[in-house]
């Protein structure tokens, strides 16, 4: 009798969970208590996968061997808990895509900087000529290229919502970049966050790397209390480390003992400033340098990066003011590297859903950098209580356009808009991705 294989979410990783799930041979069914795009509907009929959208049928759903479940669902949603009471097993799409690859898998997480960090280090992989996939968060779902075209390599983007239904998959080489407050409204405490993105170690070995940073004081800390069993490779910018990485004021530099290789590049040659992206960096230099790619494809990666839409992406310069779409922070640490990199004076734009934000790690870099704060969102009064008397004026909007027009009005000459909300965006657009669109759209019409 063939497995039952029930799947939550139909989305790009469920619809390729359910691909995969059905070369294996699987009874499956698709259930989304959403809207399923029609692209996803018409994949899924195609294959002869048997779908809803709109509700659940628990009695579809409960009679499952095993349920594979989309990040984007909350333990606490109503079908997750009732098949918790049943005893049904369920994992992530990236756990079940795991079982069925021999590829060398590259797992990044972090708070902030794992979307830059995975495109970068497949942009270096690809440069060399290896066989990588781009998974997760960013690329198409692992499982569906497991099922149509499996790769050597995979670069995983992990959020702390896949890792959570991870158990079994060994992560080759397993990335940390940082750890701050976020997503306290679905953990029951800090801690809880913290030991999720500890998750990405689980089952390594000591053929393993771990990549991490210590500068990243939760990381350092739960480090300490909780050693793991593969090679650690520290990255800093506030001691050396070898073997890891580490910077200076001009460059930064890796160097790996087995076998021994070196690498360093200097900071002016990045395509991609500031503090943040110099972490970025390291770490997939570390990884490219452990898979013994060639220093020569490594920087020539570095320089020809391009990084995201709606990361610090750079819109553009009216009457000499440059605006800055930093949509996809979504987090105050986000907004902190963001505003760090900023060398002109700032009319910021922020405001959105606040995740339970803790607001004082960013006065410091307001004070010195922001002169007006536009807020744009249905409930500012955080913001306001926050950033009011740091600086010259704050004024609320409720739309991207207003929000860029009221920054064009009180915007002088050699000034920058930034866009870098510290919050999610659901209270007035789809997503972060909408608010970005909505805001360049607004300053091209300027």
């Known amino acids: 009798m063939a497995r039952r294989t029930v799947i939550l979410g139909a989305g790009e990783s469920g619809s390729g969970a359910a691909i995969l799930a059905k070369k294996l041979g699987d009874e499956v069914f698709v259930s989304d208590a959403g809207n399923i795009k029609e692209k996803y ?59 069925h690859t021999k590829a060398t898998l590259i797992g990044i997480t972090g708070t902030n900087g794992k979307t830059t960090t995975t495109l970068l280090t497949h942009h270096i992989l690809t440069k060399a000529g290896l066989d990588a996939g781009l998974a997760g968060n960013v690329g198409k779902s692992m499982a569906r290229q497991v099922a149509e075209n499996d790769r050597e390599y995979y670069v995983i983007e992990l959020s702390s919502f896949q890792l959570d239904g991870m158990f079994n998959t060994r992560l080759h080489y397993a990335v940390l970049l940082n750890i701050t ?6 953990y029951p405490s800090y801690e809880d966050y913290i030991a999720s993105k500890f998750r990405i170690t689980q089952n390594q070995t000591a053929e393993d790397s771990f990549i991490y940073c210590p500068d990243s004081e939760p990381v350092a800390d739960y480090l300490s209390q909780h050693p793991v069993a593969s090679r650690l490779l520290p990255f800093s910018l506030e001691r050396q480390c070898s073997p890891g990485g580490w910077a200076d004021d001009k460059a930064f530099y890796i160097t790996l003992d087995k076998p021994e290789t070196k690498f360093s590049m200097d900071l002016n040659q990045l395509t991609i400033g500031g503090r943040h992206n110099t972490y970025n960096s390291m770490a997939a230099s570390i990884i490219a340098n452990s898979l013994m790619i060639r220093n020569e494809v490594i920087r020539e990666s570095l320089m020809d990066f391009k990084n995201i839409e709606h990361r610090l992406e750079y819109v553009a310069t009216v009457k000499g003011v440059d605006y800055i779409n930093d949509s996809k922070a979504t987090n105050v640490n986000s907004t ?20 339970g934000n803790e607001y004082e790690a960013l006065v410091p870099l307001v004070k010195d950098k922001v002169r007006i704060l536009v807020c744009l969102g249905k409930n500012n009064i955080r913001l306001h209580q926050a950033f009011a008397k740091h600086v010259d004026m704050v004024i609320n909007t409720q739309s991207a356009d207003e929000a860029v027009r009221i920054a064009n009005e009180f915007a002088n000459r050699d000034e920058v808009v930034l866009l870098s909300p510290a919050c999610a965006s659901f209270d007035l657009f789809d997503n972060y991705e909408d608010r970005g669109r909505q805001f360049k759209v607004a300053v091209r019409s300027l």
């Open 336 to 355: 902190w590297y963001a505003l760090e990199s900023m060398k002109k004076s700032v009319i910021w734009i922020a405001g959105g859903v606040d995740k």
């Open 41 to 99: 509907k018409e994949e899924l009929g195609n294959a002869s996968i048997e779908f809803e959208s709109g509700r659940h049928s628990y009695d579809k759903i409960l009679n499952a061997d095993e349920v594979i479940i989309s990040p984007g669902i909350p333990p606490t949603a109503e079908v997750v808990k009732r098949a918790s009471d049943k005893g049904i097993p369920m994992i992530s799409e990236i756990e079940f895509a795991a079982r």
């Open 181 to 186: 407050p976020d997503h306290l409204d679905r």
